[in-house]
């Protein structure tokens, strides 16, 4: 836990704006305000100009909500590190030292150091608590880990096969167009190089990816790799303790601030911070393209070689709209709707899962997954992701619209997965793939990118690689 830095230097005096005779237990919202006034002064990332998270400290705080977000933390199995008993028995030390202060057995001095200690405690525990979770899942959603995930809907028809089918590495070998082997030597172990067509069909997959978010109204942005881990954790994301996928450059005093980002969702959430939309400027739809790291153990041979790797090109979209649940569950059907119209035009076959209480990590109020057939391993692997995250990463980034009376509000933002280009090539690659003429068919809407052919083949104009040992 990180412990925040004052933004101002100045002793912050809780009596000086109340009336005397304060009772912080009767007058609960004048030591509400108090509380909320003093968190606003804290800056956890000074070095960001970003401000302390508008965390719901009304909802958080009151006695009554305490079981339903007890529950929320243990079925979304984040009880190991959050504790709401905890952050209420905080809230109530601050209360008594607050009294303890206003009746004179206590030092005003002595106290006021002592409820800032606490409030910086009861505001790191708060930020750990996971989002809402939609009511379906009390109903129709089981509660559990991913094996619990609701089928929505079955597209298309698995592959065919008569034998064994031969795997994106095996094929990309023969036809020289993918290095695996001896990678270490240049990167980490697990890295791949594609050369040739291979190279050509992942671009095309973007280009592909773009051309159809720009004509349902995304606007493409080219975003930065490197990016404050303030903006990582707030999006939802630790960058460091054991559950974290996160590269950090340096542990140093300025590199360490600084992180390589694990999806284009952190960057663009990061360039929306402090920002307040008009209501008409809502639907914002964004897209970026971006190389994506992430710290994760590779899956072995029973995913495949480019499943599961600590580098990789993804298409994201990032949408914000107002905060009407109605309103961002439509935006988030519309992005799952988009995915699935690329996803059938490419010719895969693929499910849609409505994913469980223990997938949603800690900023999703609803998550949608697609997995699709992996012909060589023989099972379904997640090639798309779509978060409803509602107002969680714009509480902590402070990313508001005006509504139609004048008012503030915090937006809704969601994010889904366009393409995540290995995982793609290997579900195209695989299924389309002919043993016999040593062939791989482009998929019709790939050909326009791919200078209109229909086929991918050797071709003696890529050469073989290998490794030589030079002796000194």
């Known amino acids: 836990m990180h412990r925040v830095k004052y933004l101002f230097n100045l002793p912050v005096r809780f009596q000086s704006s109340i009336a005397s005779k304060f009772n912080p237990w009767h007058d609960y919202r004048a030591y509400l305000d108090q509380v909320k006034t003093y968190i606003t002064r804290l800056n956890p990332y000074v070095e960001l100009e970003l401000r302390s998270a508008a965390l719901n400290w009304d909802y958080i705080l009151n006695n009554e909500n305490s079981q339903a977000i007890s529950d929320n933390v243990k079925q979304r199995k984040e009880n190991e590190f959050v504790d709401i008993e905890h952050i209420l028995a905080l809230h109530r030390d601050i209360q008594t030292l607050f009294h303890r202060i206003e009746e004179k057995k206590l030092d ?9 200690l606490k409030i910086q405690d009861l505001y790191n525990y708060a930020l750990r608590i996971p989002n809402k979770t939609h009511p379906d899942a009390v109903g129709s959603l089981p509660v559990g880990n991913e094996e619990q995930a609701r089928t929505v809907r079955l597209v298309g028809k698995k ?21 695996l082997e001896n990678m270490g030597h240049v990167s980490f172990r697990g890295a791949y190089a594609l050369f040739g067509d291979f190279a050509r069909l992942e671009r095309a997959l973007m280009y592909y990816a773009f051309e159809k978010l720009t004509q349902n109204g995304f606007k493409m942005v080219s975003v930065p790799d490197i990016i404050h881990r303030g903006i990582i954790e707030s999006c939802g994301f ?24 694990g999806t284009s969702e952190m960057p663009l959430a990061g360039l929306l911070k402090h920002n ?49 649940d109605a309103v961002s569950q439509e935006m988030h059907n519309e992005i799952v709707r988009l995915e699935t119209l690329m996803f059938e035009e490419l010719g895969l076959h693929f499910r849609i899962l409505d994913m469980p209480t223990e997938e949603l990590g800690l900023s999703a109020y609803r998550k949608y997954d697609i997995e699709t057939w992996m012909p060589a391993k023989e099972f379904y692997g ?20 005006i509504d139609d009376n004048g008012d503030e509000r915090f937006v809704h933002t969601l994010n889904g997965t366009a393409m995540a280009i290995p995982r793609m090539l290997t579900t195209i690659i695989e299924s389309n793939w002919d043993p016999e003429t040593k062939r791989i068919e482009i998929p019709v ?10 086929f991918i083949s050797k071709s003696s ?9 030079f002796l000194s």
């Open 108 to 116: 005003s001095i002595q106290g006021e150091d002592q409820i800032k």
């Open 159 to 179: 592959p065919e096969t008569t034998g064994p089918r031969q795997a994106v590495d095996q094929i990309g070998q023969e036809l020289n167009l993918i290095q």
């Open 238 to 261: 630790p960058t460091r303790g054991k559950r974290s996928q996160i590269y950090q450059l340096d542990y140093g005093e300025e590199f360490g601030r600084y992180c390589l980002a």
């Open 276 to 324: 307040t939309f008009r209501k008409d400027e809502l639907p914002l739809k964004l897209a970026a393209c971006s190389r994506c790291y992430r710290a994760e153990l590779p899956g072995g041979k029973s995913e495949g070689s480019l499943y599961r790797v600590h580098e990789f090109t993804k298409v994201e979209m990032f949408a914000v709209t107002v905060d009407d």
């Open 382 to 401: 997640e090639i798309s992701s779509a978060s409803n995250c509602t107002d969680f990463q714009s509480r902590r980034l402070h990313i508001k619209y």
């Open 445 to 454: 809407p790939l050909r326009p990118f791919m200078g209109n052919r229909e």
């Open 461 to 469: 104009a890529t050469p073989s690689t290998q490794w030589i040992k």
